[in-house]
């Protein structure tokens, strides 16, 4: 049994994947890319075809009209994610980056069996910092009517749902749901969404379920289902467990706490994600950093490493090194540096790309450092999402984190961080083939 004491450990994805399919809402069609991101960076929603990212939290929530709807930045919008979210949560991942070129999430077969698939087949990893949960450590209640919210102290997320239809065997349905290795994938994603039959032709009306059909959706009529038979006798509690689930996501922090809801929906369940916020989400966000196997190299080490030389070697120490798994290291920034001479007379700045040449080097220590490795070379081979935010100037002391996104034989992918005095100012994603070093004597 995990003791509670032990450390939680941030997690991402292997490696992307992707895939596409039709919104149940607008009836469109739908590319997702499902990359993985170090750290500290949370789960990130993009709509790729307008260029804007969409902040994952219930201050997000522009709808929850028949689902959960966030707006962002030009306007942009993603409907129906709540699935996906509860995906995310059911497998313990962090930090994560969604990109969408279309405004609504394919629905799949209406519950998360697909997308539980997808996450277990490029795999889940641990990261290197730990988890900083949101922990409820008072009783927190919200009554809308009939609709009744509890959240409770708990040193796990445990969800206690009740709903009532007044159809044949749903007037009372009561699950109680622990999140726990694997209970997701078992206990609530094969659970379909659900509408009633008498309301088909008012949500079309709505504009709504434009693509949907009795293949994404069960359909309830007052003789039971239509499109049968349940995957459970109480498929539609296991559902709406799901949807609570996916909406507390929003948080973008693990919760720890006892939810009870009675009669609720997307709605009631982002009125109590924002009191839990609003209460509880100020606690300390600082990420506390475990590395495993610290080492430091002082630049005499670093040279036995790498091939680089003045006045191209741009780092000056490494503080941690994990082999093919995180890096950290230092470049002190002075006035003497060449570049600066033309970059530019009277107003000298650190070029953009010997910042992200210096985050190569740093980067290529944890592939060079491997027994398999040594003596080898990195080639630059692609930057992906790079971002220069503030710039960089002599008496600056750059401090590089970068992680590994993946290494496979010949070719690894780090995502990297440009700190100075505590705020980023560059960050990339690259590329890096490994390759052997020409000899030169032989040019072999």
Do not use: W
């Amino acid at each position: 049994m995990k003791s509670k004491s032990a450390i939680t450990l941030q997690k991402t994805i292997r490696k992307s994947f992707g895939f596409e399919g039709m919104g149940l809402h607008t009836g469109k069609i739908c590319k997702v890319k499902v990359s993985p991101l170090p750290e500290g960076s949370g789960i990130r929603f993009f709509r790729e075809d307008l260029n804007s990212e969409i902040v994952v939290s219930p201050e997000s929530v522009s709808s929850t009209a028949r689902g959960t709807t966030l707006s962002g930045e030009n306007d942009a919008t993603i409907h129906t994610i709540e699935h996906f979210l509860a995906t995310v949560s059911g497998f313990g991942v962090n930090n994560l980056k969604v990109e969408m070129n279309a405004e609504e999430m394919p629905i799949m077969d209406g519950s998360a069996v697909q997308f539980c698939e997808m996450f277990r087949e490029v795999g889940v990893i641990e990261q290197f910092a730990s988890c900083l949960p949101i922990k409820v450590t008072e009783i927190l209640e919200l009554q809308f009517g009939d609709v009744y919210l509890k959240a409770e102290p708990s040193d796990q997320l445990v969800l206690d749902v009740t709903t009532s239809f007044p159809y044949p065997d749903l007037e009372n349905q009561k699950r109680i749901f622990k999140l726990e290795s694997k209970s997701f994938e078992l206990e609530l994603a094969p659970a379909r969404t659900f509408c009633f039959e008498e309301e088909i032709e008012l949500l079309r009306k709505q504009g709504l379920i434009k693509g949907g059909d009795l293949g994404c959706a069960m359909v309830i009529g007052k003789k039971g289902i239509v499109n049968g038979p349940f995957r459970f006798e109480d498929e539609v509690v296991r559902h709406k467990t799901m949807d609570l689930l996916g909406d507390l996501t929003l948080l973008n922090r693990p919760l720890l706490a006892k939810i009870t809801v009675r009669k609720a929906g997307h709605r009631y369940h982002v009125e109590l994600a924002k009191a839990i916020l609003k209460k509880f989400g100020n606690q300390d966000p600082q990420i506390k950093k475990y590395s495993r196997g610290k080492n430091m190299l002082d630049i005499v080490q670093i040279q036995k490493m790498l091939p680089h030389r003045y006045p191209f070697l741009l780092i000056d120490r490494i503080l941690e090194l994990e082999p093919n798994k995180r890096v950290v290291g230092i470049k002190n920034v002075t006035v003497n540096e060449p570049f600066f001479q033309g970059h530019f007379p009277g107003h000298p700045i650190m070029p953009g790309v010997l910042v992200i040449e210096a985050m190569a080097q740093v980067g290529g220590l944890t592939f060079l450092c491997n027994e398999n490795n040594s003596g080898k070379i990195l080639y630059l081979a692609g930057v992906d999402n790079a971002r220069f935010r503030k710039p960089i100037i002599p008496g600056d002391q750059i401090r590089f984190e970068v992680d590994v996104i993946f290494v496979r034989s010949k070719i690894g992918k780090i995502s990297g961080k440009a700190i100075v005095d505590g705020q980023v100012a560059v960050e990339a994603e690259l590329t890096c083939a490994i390759v052997d070093r020409v000899s030169e004597t032989t040019g072999e």
